[in-house]
């Protein structure tokens, strides 16, 4: 009865906070940009207009059009959707792995713990980039195969920031008594351990979803993301790269999505952890 007032209560803090609420704001306009792009342009995202090529920003195509005389905001729009998808589902399957081995290894310790977090050190031990990298080269190009690739790279952050805060309440007076009163190992974990350890999740959850974007961007660039004809802020700006001195927007766009997605969720997330700071 508690939950719902708690999370009102949370929002309205986040909302009364000027930074926070710009972040939410520039994920809202990501979020409704997503949902709502096939009704805010007129136009579908790979529909070519050979007559109208590398057009300037105008009232027929407010942010002008590509070398194929596909409209850009159109191609924006429906990026915003990949660039959403690929960041929930991925953040989300870093969860659901990362949060299961970080709570049995910071509760149990000893061996289990070893064997757990040197296997996150495994992961850990390549940059990011470079293991998505090997990852979609190994498994093909795809929406599915980028979302796979960008939550392996993701589980070992979720599975530290677990494990270190499952540590720290387990130490806790309650917790033990619960452990003398003879209550399993799986009840403490699950009903008064995972509770007490989820807010540093879900902030570095929201952080993650900022950076899942920009390997997404980074991905399709390198043309080992999603693949064509679906459009993604990042092959967009490979695409712009030959037409950069004559069709300055064509990167400039892209670019800017990108730049305030990324801005929203970092700000966001910072917000996040400001009101979750039982410190504040």
């Known amino acids: 009865m508690t939950t719902a007032p708690a999370s009102h209560s949370l ?8 930074r ?3 972040g939410m704001a520039l994920v809202s306009i990501l979020v409704l940009a997503a949902v709502f792009g096939p009704v805010l342009s007129s136009y579908a995202p790979d ?14 195509h407010f942010l002008g059009t590509d ?3 596909r409209d850009v905001l159109s191609r924006i729009l429906s990026g915003a959707r990949v660039s959403l998808l690929v960041g929930v589902i991925s953040v989300g399957g870093a969860v659901l792995v990362g949060l ?3 709570l049995v290894a910071g509760y149990l310790g000893g061996r289990t713990d070893a ?3 040197r296997c996150m050190d495994v992961l850990l031990a390549f940059p990011g980039i470079l293991l998505a990298l090997g990852i979609t080269a190994a498994l093909g190009a795809s929406l599915t195969n980028t979302i796979i690739a960008i939550a392996v790279i993701n589980t070992p952050t979720i599975a530290r920031v677990t494990r270190a805060q499952t540590m720290l309440v387990s130490s806790l007076d309650y917790v033990k008594a619960n452990r003398a009163l003879g209550f399993s190992n799986l009840t403490i974990m699950t009903r008064s351990v995972l509770p007490n350890a989820l807010s540093p999740v879900l902030v570095q959850a929201s952080l993650l979803l900022a950076s899942s974007i920009i390997t997404e961007s980074y991905l399709s660039f390198l043309g080992l993301g999603v693949q064509p004809p679906t459009p ?9 790269i030959s037409f950069i001195d004559q069709a300055t927007w064509l990167a400039w766009f892209p670019g800017a999505a990108i730049f ?9 997330g910072d917000g996040l952890r400001d009101r979750l700071d039982p410190r504040d």
């Open 260 to 268: 305030l997605t990324v801005l929203g969720f970092n700000i966001f």
């Open 67 to 69: 070398d194929l005389g």
């Open 47 to 60: 529909a070519a207009d050979f007559m109208a090529t590398l057009a300037p920003p105008s009232a027929d």
């Open 11 to 18: 929002i309205r803090r986040l909302v009364e906070d000027s």
């Open 100 to 102: 299961p081995i970080g």
């Open 115 to 117: 064997v757990l977090m």
């Open 20 to 22: 926070s609420a710009f």
């Open 232 to 240: 993604t802020w990042g092959s967009m700006l490979r695409d712009a």
